[in-house]
């Protein structure tokens, strides 16, 4: 055997593939164990999305290939959602690409546009995809810091100060994952003259846009946004759809068709199904944000509980699906998280993943139901 490409020595097994076997050979051991580390939603899809994909699937016409771009009426129903939900207006066969999830989209759109040596600006912390497939087409990562008193600014006047010529993208993630930063119509409006001065196209990566956050933001709402950035959305989180693996690419019409020509050459379309069931979902009234963010609030309550028992620290106004948790006590951040496992059979993660800004920080998700987290809290009340 000749080895390996040499490009996978740049990155690591992503941190989860890795520690949900740990966890799961314990659960299979018998440990009792509660996961409030990763961010898969436990609650279900709306019925109507359920009954979208079966009344599909029984449809024996609906298992051949699918276009590249989905089906018009999925992406007339993305459109419908931003303009419903950001006021932008999108034309669905042009600034739209429905993709397998908006993780394939952090691939596709990097490889759309990194050549080797390219430099490309990520979040610390940040989601450590965005620097792991840097890292796999040779470009160069380069950090930027966050100002979560100010709603997780990033810190530009320090970024204007470098020599930018080399950077291609700038990944943004508003609601900020793993921090909670809301992020802000100043900051977005900054973000886009920085992009234009620079010659630098925007990436926002928009997951958590409705999760705990009264007022969802889009770049593409931003005048001049559209000349600049993409931005990419999912269903996994808003609503509950993780394993459905649907997500969104909206923007520029030159950009998205950028994308395509990557996209066209890595898979065949989405099973008609799902595209039915995220039509049904994109649909959803206002009344779907307000009981999701009713469940998480009296979720998000009881991890600060938890936390205060452990004498962490959290900011209040944090937005999405996870506390962001400073440690400060006898026990490092690592310490803490192993003795919350090994000892007390409650899983949480360490900031450190998510760059050397996380160091001191560890995270929770609200992906548990309330007896579980009480069940976390009596296990660790003194």
């Not at 076997?21 to 509660?34: D, T, Y």
């Not at 360490?350 to 800004?357: D, H, M, R, S």
Request: charged share 20%; proline share 6%; glycine share 8%.
């Amino acid at each position: 055997m000749k080895g390996f490409a040499t490009r996978i020595n740049s990155v690591e097994e992503y941190y989860f593939s890795a520690k949900l076997r740990e966890v799961n050979q314990l659960i299979a051991e018998g440990k009792p164990v509660i996961n409030l580390g990763i961010g898969s939603p436990d609650l279900a899809p709306d019925r109507s999305v359920i009954e979208a994909l079966k009344g599909t699937a029984e449809n024996g016409q609906a298992h051949g290939y699918q276009s590249y771009q989905g089906i018009p009426e999925l992406r007339i129903a993305m459109a419908s959602f931003y303009h419903r939900e950001f006021g932008v207006e999108l034309v669905p066969n042009k600034e739209i690409l429905p993709l397998m999830g908006s993780k394939e989209g952090i691939m596709h759109i990097s490889m759309a546009f990194l050549n080797p040596g390219d430099q490309v600006l990520i979040p610390d912390p940040g989601y450590p995809t965005y620097t792991s497939v840097t890292r796999l087409l040779e470009a160069e990562p380069i950090f930027y810091s966050l100002d979560l008193e100010k709603k997780g600014r990033p810190n530009l006047e320090e970024l204007a100060q470098k020599d930018l010529s080399k950077v291609k993208l700038m990944w943004i993630n508003y609601p900020h994952m793993p921090t909670g930063a809301a992020g802000s119509v100043e900051i977005l409006t900054e973000l886009v003259a920085f992009a234009q001065k620079h010659d630098i196209i925007l990436v926002n990566d928009n997951p958590y846009s409705h999760i705990l956050n009264p007022e969802p933001l889009s770049i593409l709402s931003i005048p001049g946004g559209k000349e600049v950035a993409l931005e990419l959305n999912s269903l996994s989180k808003t609503f509950n759809m993780p394993g459905w693996r649907v997500g969104m690419l909206c923007g520029r019409e030159d950009y998205v068709a950028a994308v395509l020509k990557v996209k066209s050459n890595m898979d065949s379309g989405m099973f008609l199904g799902l595209q039915k069931g995220a039509i049904a979902a994109l649909s959803l009234g206002k009344n779907w944000f307000t009981d999701q963010n009713e469940i998480y609030t009296n979720r998000r309550k009881l991890v600060w509980k938890l936390a205060d028992h452990l004498g962490l620290s959290y900011d209040t106004k944090g937005t999405g699906l996870f506390v962001w948790c400073k440690v400060s006590g006898e026990k490092s951040p690592e310490e803490l998280v192993d003795w919350l496992l090994y000892e007390k059979n409650i899983f949480i993660t360490p900031g450190k993943i998510f760059g050397t800004a996380g160091n001191d920080y560890v995270r929770f998700s609200l992906c548990m139901p309330e007896f579980k987290i009480l069940e976390a809290i009596n296990r660790i009340k003194p």
